[in-house]
């Protein structure tokens, strides 16, 4: 779409691409923290309407774009409406117990991940119909605006969300008028984050979500360089295969091991087996390099399914380090904020890990420097600074069923 509708050489269209996904994070990050406070303040429900209505709009504009500026403009605007990323982390939160959250939040990331898989085929399938179906072939208006048909399609989906939401969502935010006595005070944002546990927690989910960003911008780039470089030499369809069996043992850690792991142990108990197992999922990729240089194709193949199985495991410390989040809270009314301050935080590293991941790994290449495996030596010390921070994880936020339950128990008797 940027070489085509924004007239770039193919050279430059990574450039572009960057940029606007970028402002979009940056636009996200300057409003997100607002929407929270409103959430806490009016409800998760008129928010959560009101952003995926706007949304709607957005990306309908968006595919009739016809230049750069515009695909800009439009991009920026959806960011405008941010909400619905806060909102229904606090709803799902408060629609879950304790002992049914880690289901809840598997789930949810498994919805979000086919949504990232999903989408951008529908989109390339649904791109400039008037040349790939002979229905749509003397359509004008498609020709001249050859992205409308998915800027449509994705505008329908958020629509429709927003309709659904309004009719048949119940708000989950207690109504302060139903509460015995007078409203507490309301919490800023400075005071919450002085809360005990607070900085910590959000420091770990940043950590995570890091770790995340780097790794997965790195990851295709690391398959398609060539061997003698120090990548795996992958085709584009067979990265596509890899990615597509990592997003699936993805699905099956989060749908089916998380929640049973999470109430077998603990959240922090999981998280902190998720932490070890980053930087030996990183030390695969130069191992699996090595092997490739010595032409041990069966040892290269069996250690690259078993790190891509086990090491999609990790996933799970993106659900850990929100049911961390969740459980720090210091009351309902500051859940929705203390969301959009850790999302306000993983918008700004969005905008400038996968550039700056990327451009790092590029320079091991370009230098040489040890083997070619710069990038994933410093994906892998920041994997161990992880597994120090989390040391620190305050005890509210570990999510011990086990020890709730006694403690109930105990008050009791």
Same mark, same amino acid.
């Given at each position: ?14 450039? $572009? ?14 409003? =997100?923290?607002?929407y929270?406070? =409103? ?16 949304? &709607? ?8 774009s016809?230049?750069? $500026?515009?695909? !800009? ?39 979000r ?7 951008? @085929?529908?989109?390339? *399938?649904?791109?400039?119909? &008037?040349? +790939?179906?002979?229905?749509? +072939? ?23 969300? &927003? ?16 509460? &015995? ?18 900085a ?10 890091? +770790?995340?960003? @780097? ?5 295709p ?56 197992? $980053? ?7 130069? !191992? ?7 032409d041990?194709?069966?040892a290269?193949?069996? %250690?690259?399914a ?8 990790? *996933?799970?410390?993106f ?53 070619g495996?710069?990038?994933?030596? !410093?994906?892998? @010390?920041?994997?161990?600074? %992880?597994?120090?921070?989390?040391? $620190?994880?305050?005890?509210? @936020? ?6 709730? !339950? ?8």
């Amino acid at each position: 779409m940027v070489e085509r509708v924004g007239h770039q050489l193919p050279q430059n269209v990574g450039f $572009w691409t960057g940029t606007i996904e970028s402002l979009f994070s940056l636009v996200q990050m300057l409003l =997100i923290i607002v929407y929270g406070r =409103i959430a806490d303040r009016l409800g998760r429900k008129p928010v959560l309407v009101f952003s995926l209505a706007g949304i &709607a709009v957005a990306s309908a504009l968006f595919g009739l774009s016809s230049t750069l $500026w515009q695909m !800009i403009v439009f991009r920026c605007l959806a960011g405008l409406f941010a909400g619905s990323s806060v909102t229904i982390r606090a709803m799902l939160s408060e629609n879950s117990t304790k002992a049914t959250q880690a289901k809840s939040f598997g789930w949810f990331m498994f919805a979000r991940n086919l949504g990232i898989f999903f989408g951008p @085929a529908l989109g390339g *399938a649904l791109a400039n119909p &008037a040349s +790939q179906y002979s229905i749509f +072939q003397d359509v004008r208006f498609f020709e001249k605006y050859p992205y409308a048909l998915p800027g449509f399609v994705s505008g329908a989906f958020c629509l429709s969300t &927003a309709i659904v939401s309004y009719f048949c969502l119940d708000e989950t935010l207690p109504s302060r008028s139903s509460a &015995a006595g007078p409203p507490p005070p309301e919490t800023t944002t400075r005071e919450l984050l002085k809360a005990p546990g607070i900085a910590i927690v959000i420091y770990i989910y940043s950590h995570v979500m890091l +770790q995340a960003l @780097a790794y997965t911008a790195v990851n295709p780039v690391a398959q398609y360089t060539p061997i003698h470089l120090g990548g795996l030499g992958f085709s584009p369809k067979l990265i596509s295969l890899a990615l597509a069996l990592a997003g699936a043992s993805q699905a099956l850690w989060m749908l089916l091991a998380f929640p049973y792991l999470q109430r077998r142990t603990s959240t922090g108990t999981v998280l902190r087996g998720c932490c070890i197992a $980053w930087p030996f999922m990183m030390a695969c990729y130069p !191992i699996l390099n090595e092997l490739r240089r010595a032409d041990l194709q069966a040892a290269f193949w069996t %250690l690259g399914a078993v790190c891509t199985f086990f090491g999609s495991g990790v *996933a799970m410390s993106f659900a850990c380090v929100q049911l961390c989040l969740n459980d720090v809270a210091p009351s309902p009314g500051t859940l929705a904020t203390l969301n959009a301050v850790a999302l306000t935080v993983n918008s700004g590293l969005r905008a400038v890990a996968p550039v700056g991941m990327t451009s790092l790994y590029a320079l091991g290449i370009k230098g040489g420097w040890l083997h070619g495996q710069l990038g994933w030596i !410093i994906l892998i @010390a920041m994997a161990v600074m %992880l597994n120090v921070s989390v040391r $620190w994880l305050p005890e509210r @936020a570990e999510g011990d069923l086990h020890h709730k !339950i006694k403690v109930v128990g105990d008050e009791e008797r």
